[in-house]
């Protein structure tokens, strides 16, 4: 199983696409749990599905059961937690959600998307690390 991960932020919108359209990514997985926020011009939830679909004929998905919650993004974001406590906690969030048993033919080719520019502290790195724990088969690639 392949899964592809990338961030939107500090990339234009013909580099984002671009790297989407090269992997050969089969659906965008939106991660975020907040997707109409305007911190990049094509990143809304709904210019997302249409170029998408329009610029690399793949399909959109939101997948807000894949994000953190309010609180814990609020605790690492707005009040400057540490990056452990964070992980911690998504970590333990996952396991409660049992995100495993999510259906893997969405999974697979897919393309875990959040707002972060590259994946090191950000949760989408998170998520690929715990299903490939959890599945043993999922290579990642950071787009």
């Known amino acids: 199983m392949k899964l592809f991960?990338?961030?939107f932020t500090k990339s234009s919108a013909e580099r984002f696409f671009s790297r989407l359209k090269s992997a050969n990514v089969r659906r965008l997985i939106d991660v975020r749990?907040?997707?109409v926020?305007?911190?990049a011009?094509?990143?809304k939830k709904d210019d997302l599905q249409y170029?998408?679909?329009a610029i690399c004929n793949i399909d959109y998905r939101?997948?807000?059961e894949l994000a953190p919650t309010q609180d814990i993004l609020d605790k690492y974001k707005k009040r400057k937690g540490a990056w452990s406590e964070y992980a911690e906690?998504?970590?333990d969030l996952?396991?409660?959600?049992k995100i495993e048993n999510i259906d893997r033919s969405l999974i697979d080719r897919g393309c875990l998307l959040c707002s972060e520019d590259k994946p090191h502290f950000c949760h989408r790195r998170l998520v690929a690390e715990y299903l490939q724990k959890k599945w043993g088969d999922v290579e990642t690639e950071h787009l």
């Open 62 to 64: 939101h997948m807000p």
């Open 89 to 91: 906690k998504f970590l």
């Open 33 to 35: 749990l907040n997707n």
């Open 94 to 97: 996952m396991a409660q959600r």
């Open 5 to 7: 991960t990338i961030g």
């Open 41 to 43: 011009g094509f990143a």
């Open 51 to 53: 170029f998408a679909k």
């Open 37 to 39: 926020s305007q911190l």
